[in-house]
Every structure is written in C-alpha cells, then in structure tokens.
C-alpha cells in the first residue's frame, strides 16, 4: 500500500514550487484521483502533483528540473485541468432477467463501498501516526532544496550578473569616465568584488588592449546597482567594451 501524504507535505512542496512558478497560489484542498496522484485547489488555479513526485520529495531526491516541469503543470483559475473520465453509473431497472443484473451490482457496489470505508479508517490512523515525523522531514527537505538553488548560484555567478555599461572620454581623450549598472538575479546568493574587463579598439575595430578593475562594492540578490569608474584611455582609442569576468560570494 502506498503511504498517504497530507496537507503539511503538500504544502512544503507548494513553498518549493513557488521558486520557479511564483503564480502558484496558496493551499485551499486536495483530492485523490483514482491513479493516487492528488490535484490540489488552489486560492487562484489547481495543480496536479503525482503520487511518484511526492514519494520522491519524501525522500529529498526531486531534482531542480523536476520541481521545474511540477510548476508548470499550474492551471490558473477559470481553465480545465484534464481528468480521467468516470464511468457513467446505470440508474434504469430493466424488467425480467435484467432485474438479476442490476442486484448483482447493486450487491457488488455496497461492498465496494463497505471496502472504501475500512480503508478509509486506516487511512487516517497512518496519517495521525505519520504527521508528525512528515512534518519534520518536508521542513529539513526544503531548506535542503534552498540549499540546492544557493550552490547553483555560488558557483556560477557569471549566469546571475548583469551588466550595462556607457563611457565618456574627458576633454583631452586621456581618460574615461566608465559607468556600470550591475544587476543580480540570484534568488538567494549575494555577490561582491565583481571583476571587469575592459577592451579598447580603434577606429578599425582592432584590439588595442585589455585591463581589469575591480568593483569593491556588495551586490545582495534581486537588487541593482550603478558604480563609476576613472580609468586610463589608451591612445588612439575609438571605443570600448565592458564584461565581467567573475565575482566573489559574499
């Protein structure tokens, strides 16, 4: 028998989710399909998180990806989300030998019934005794899922950081006065100590050399920041270009 997941699992799944889907809602209901996956209401839409899904966040083992391809399976408010057709129930009663039919499955849906019934009450004496104990673990699970975002974020910070730059020369072409907007769209990680190169060309579009500076200023997540810099002008420089080659974690 497959172990039953409750509204503290899902919703430790949903705070994941929101990472990649931020349009996802908040927890209202859930209901069982008859394959075990749960399609779950939410304030703004419903979404559909498969019994295999949930099994595999139990045990810490959703990848990025995965969480990726749940988020958007989100089905907003006022769309259909697809479901498994049910069996239309038979309400006529035939005369004659049809009679015979129709007891027999009246017979065989009251115990089908009775049997849903029984396993509904162990259902809920496992989900009492697992409560807790789930609740633990989808916390610490997570925090851990975070973490993983985080070192995504620590190690690659060129995939995060944004730049705009624009120059002016001085009167006598002998300096440049370069001004950069750094922008960091990492979710969690901040940055500092940005390096920048800076590529003079000629009038040809030659190289005519390369230097690096260093931005000493913090860069926290999801924020954006303008800098200045006064730098030496090569000779016969036409114009430059700016990129950054790394950054520090903070």
């Known amino acids: 028998m497959q172990a039953p997941y409750n509204e503290i699992t899902i919703q430790s799944l949903l705070r994941k989710l929101r990472i990649f889907n931020r349009e996802i809602g908040e ?34 083992a959703l990848t990025t990806e995965s969480l990726v391809v749940i988020a958007k399976r989100f089905v907003p408010s006022g769309q259909t989300m697809t479901a498994p057709p049910q069996a239309a129930v ?36 496992v989900v009492n005794k697992q409560a807790k104990p789930i609740a633990r673990k989808t916390v610490e699970t997570y925090k851990e899922k975070v973490m993983t975002i985080g070192e995504i974020e620590r190690a690659k910070p060129l995939q995060f950081l944004l730049l705009r730059s624009d120059y002016k020369k001085n009167f006598w072409g002998t300096k440049i006065r370069l ?5 960091n769209t990492a979710t969690v990680v901040s940055y500092k100590d940005v390096k920048l190169q800076v590529t003079h060309y000629s009038d040809t579009k030659a190289i005519l050399g390369t230097r690096e500076y260093i931005l000493f200023d913090n860069f926290p997540s999801q924020s954006e920041k303008e800098l200045e810099l006064k730098i030496e002008n090569l000779k016969h420089t036409d114009s430059i270009s700016c990129k950054i080659l790394s950054a520090k974690v903070d």
């Open 27 to 60: 927890y209202e209901l859930f209901a069982i399909t008859e394959n075990f996956d749960y399609v779950v209401k939410l304030s703004n839409g419903k979404i559909l998180i498969t019994i295999e899904e949930l099994q595999e966040d139990e045990k810490d």
């Open 90 to 125: 038979e309400t006529e009663v035939s005369q004659g030998p049809a009679v015979k039919t129709t007891i027999f499955w009246t017979i065989l849906a009251a115990g089908l019934v009775i049997m849903l019934i029984l396993g509904g009450l162990g259902y809920v004496d």
């Open 179 to 183: 001004q950069c907007s750094v922008k």
